[in-house]
Each structure stands twice: as structure tokens, then as C-alpha cells.
């Protein structure tokens, strides 16, 4: 267990609608990272926030925006929806402190089907 | 473009020998390496990791070998065990720059008893 929660683990949603995911952090941890993994790619990075701001943007369509809120929680809102953005995303987290704190912990992710 | 390469979808191994899994990168810029561990319905579990300035660092039964100059990183694990069957990436980041991984394909890791 990384320590990192993401609610929820499954959604089943049609095309043009909207859905939010969200990430939990680990205990301490600042940064918050979304990465989407689709069947016939690896993991792309999609959005990071620190500490409340936007850090650093990947890919990430403009249908698609996040934030990160006081108590650290993070939520990734995906809108008008298609089918090609069935695919599993994942928070990550890391402390973001020390040269030694570059590691990235992952949540279980939340597999997301559009019909 | 892909700055980071995982060449071999896949690798099977019999238990108890070494598996040795690769990875290639572009980016120059990258300065710090990471492996991850992935089993199905999973998060990502992060294994080990390496900084530039180093060219190998070991925890237990995995070790992560860097070759700058190859622009290459291998992890190897000793013993291989049967529980170690996962998809394994290899991910970078420009710690200077933007802290987000960059992430090859994976290699899927088999290890027969």
C-alpha cells in the first residue's frame, strides 16, 4: 500500500459527459501528479500541483483540468468525454524535499470506460 | 518521440537466476532514473532509482547499473523469483527542470519456477 488513495477505482460514463477523479496524497506529501495510461501507450504525465499551485503541464487535453485543493486532495475533471479517453489514470505523490525525495508513489489508479 | 525505450516487451527466466531488464534513453537532460513494479489492477510500485552522478546502486536483490555515456540503465535482479513476475518500467525525470516522469512501455517479467 503506497499510501496514495484515488476514488473511484472504476467508472463507466458515454460520450460527452463529465466525470472527476480524485487523489488522496500520501501523509506529508506535496506534489500531487496525474498520469493517463491507455492501452497502447505507457504512461503519459498529464498535470503536477504543488502545494495548491500548477507546477508542470504534459499532454493534458484542454477538456481536461485539475486541482489541487488546502488539504492537499487533488480532483482531474475530464469533459466532454470520447471514446479514445478510456483509459486508466493514476495519482502519484511525492515529498518534494530533499534530493533524496524524487520518487513518485503511486495510487491504484481509476480505470475509466466511456461507451 | 520516445526519450525512454524499453526494447523488450518481454522476458521469461527460471527461478533463482539473474533477469536482467534494459532500458535507453535520448534525453540528456534526464538526471535521475527510476524503476517501477507493476502487477495487474496495480499502481505503479516503485523499486529502486539512481541519480546521475552515480553509476549503480543496489538494494537487496535488485541492483540499477547507469551508463551515461550509452545513454542506457539496466536492473537486475538476484535471485528471481517467482513473486517478481510483473511488468517492469523504467521511468526518468530532469529533476532541474520538470519534475514528471517520463515513463518507457514496460517489459513484462516472467519467472518460472
Known amino acids: 500500500d503506497s499510501g496514495v488513495t484515488q476514488t473511484p477505482k472504476h467508472l463507466i460514463t458515454a460520450t460527452g459527459q463529465r466525470v472527476t477523479l480524485r487523489c488522496s496524497p500520501r501523509?506529508?506529501?506535496?506534489?500531487v501528479y496525474w498520469y493517463q495510461q491507455s492501452l497502447d501507450q505507457g504512461l503519459q504525465f498529464l498535470i503536477q500541483?504543488?502545494?495548491?499551485?500548477?507546477?508542470a503541464k504534459g499532454n493534458i487535453l484542454e477538456r481536461f483540468s485539475a486541482q489541487q485543493f488546502p488539504d492537499l486532495h487533488s480532483e482531474l475533471n475530464l469533459s466532454s468525454l470520447e471514446l479514445g479517453d478510456s483509459a486508466l489514470y493514476f495519482c502519484?505523490?511525492?515529498?518534494?524535499?530533499?534530493?533524496?525525495?524524487?520518487?513518485?508513489?503511486f495510487g491504484p489508479g481509476t480505470r475509466l470506460t466511456v461507451t | 518521440d520516445q526519450q525512454v525505450k524499453q526494447n523488450s516487451p518481454s522476458l521469461s527466466v527460471q527461478e533463482g537466476r539473474i533477469s536482467i531488464l534494459n532500458c535507453d534513453y535520448t534525453?540528456?537532460?534526464?538526471?535521475?532514473f527510476l524503476w517501477y513494479k507493476k502487477y495487474p489492477a496495480e499502481g505503479p510500485t516503485f523499486l529502486i532509482s539512481?541519480?546521475?552522478?552515480?553509476d549503480k546502486n543496489e538494494d537487496g536483490r535488485f541492483t540499477v547499473f547507469l551508463n551515461k555515456s550509452a545513454k542506457h540503465l539496466s536492473l537486475h535482479i538476484v535471485p528471481s523469483q517467482p513473486g517478481d513476475s510483473a511488468v517492469y518500467f523504467c521511468?526518468?525525470?530532469?529533476?532541474?527542470?520538470?519534475?514528471?516522469?517520463?515513463f518507457g512501455k514496460g517489459t513484462k517479467l516472467t519467472v518460472n519456477p
Open positions: 500541483y504543488y502545494n495548491g499551485e500548477e507546477r
Open positions: 521511468a526518468a525525470s530532469d529533476q532541474g527542470g520538470s519534475e514528471k516522469l517520463v
Open positions: 534525453n540528456s537532460m534526464f538526471d535521475y
Open positions: 501523509s506529508g506529501d506535496l506534489s
Open positions: 539512481i541519480s546521475s552522478i552515480k
Open positions: 502519484a505523490s511525492s515529498p518534494r524535499g530533499s534530493p533524496e525525495s524524487y520518487e513518485q508513489y
